[in-house]
């Protein structure tokens, strides 16, 4: 057994979905919100986030610094791939799947059916670029 633990992970602990904790985030549109549940992104190592989009919002072309992996928890999520928003390209994933992002994958989101919750488990620091912002680089 290792006596070193990653951040957030040294004690015995639940996070009922009671108590997450969901803020804005000045990367996202307005009414996305975001939860770090553990670890932190701003940091290099392990985290898990939770990502909130409501009904009809879009995320448009982005990509991140690192590989994440996506796993839908509520709700569809949509995704799409590539540098400009194009609802045709989308995908739809039900609750219980897992999308892998790579890292400078770009993607897009859209809440097309309604709200939408992914976990998020990466290894940061956590970055976010948006495509068409050219060098706006965003990290948590």
Known sequence: MSDTH??????YRVISPDAI???PFAGFPTAVRLAVLVGDPQKP??????IRVPA???????????DRIHTVIAGVF?????ARFDESALTA????????????QPHFHYAKSGEFI???????PAVL?????????RSF
């Open 93 to 104: 994933h039900a609750p219980g799947s897992v999308v892998i992002v790579p890292s400078g």
């Open 21 to 23: 904790e969901w803020q």
């Open 78 to 82: 949509y995704i799409g791939l590539g």
């Open 6 to 11: 990653q951040p957030g992970e040294s004690e």
């Open 129 to 137: 670029n948006y495509i068409d912002r050219g060098s706006d680089r």
């Open 56 to 66: 009809g919002e879009k995320m448009m072309p982005h990509a991140h610094g690192e």
């Open 45 to 50: 190592g392990p985290y898990l986030i939770r």
């Open 118 to 124: 992914t976990q998020v488990n990466a290894i940061g």
